[in-house]
């Protein structure tokens, strides 16, 4: 069996496994504490070299942009509503016409219906009248040749 021999201590088998086991882990772990540490100090400069002004100057730019663009939309909604009131207004007004003028057309329908009927009537009793007086006439004339009727 292996063995070897440290500061005056000797390993064998089973120990030697366990001690080679225990170095490689070390080692592993020394490598990603390194790793670590570079990745930090890597940070550490990113962080220092990060300009604070800057970014306040930035986010003050952003805010008054989105103060603009919200003032902007207050606007846009505004002047939608007053749009929407506007044309309300033009609606009621033009069903109110819409009204007024089938209430004319109407009444111009009932009063020329009325002037038919009046004048039909007054025609009918026109010629009802002057067949009245034509059968009259045609009865006296009957009547006359039928009295004499040699006389034309």
């Known amino acids: 069996m292996a063995e ?7 390993f064998k088998g089973g120990k ?3 001690i080679l086991t225990a170095l490689s882990t070390l ?3 020394s490598w990603a504490a390194f790793e670590f540490y570079k990745d930090y100090m890597d940070m550490k400069e990113v962080v220092q ?3 604070v002004d800057a970014i306040k100057a930035e986010n003050a730019i952003v805010i008054t942009k989105l103060d603009d663009a919200i003032e902007y939309t207050r606007d846009i909604k505004s002047g939608l509503r007053d749009d929407i009131l506007r044309i309300e207004k ?4 033009a069903e109110d016409k819409v009204r007024n003028m ?3 057309v109407r009444e111009m329908i009932d009063k020329a219906s009325q ?3 009046t004048r039909r009537d007054s025609l009918i009793s026109d010629n009802a009248r002057d067949l009245k007086d034509l059968e009259k006439r045609l009865n006296d004339k009957i009547q006359k ?3 004499n009727p040699l006389a034309d």
Not at 4 to 10: I, P
Not at 90 to 93: K, N, S
């Open 4 to 10: 070897f021999e440290f500061a005056g201590m000797t």
């Open 16 to 18: 030697m496994a366990v």
């Open 27 to 29: 080692g592993g772990a």
């Open 49 to 51: 070299n990060i300009d």
């Open 90 to 93: 033009q609606a009621d007004r």
């Open 102 to 104: 089938e209430e004319k």
């Open 115 to 117: 002037r038919f009927e």
């Open 145 to 147: 040749a039928l009295d």
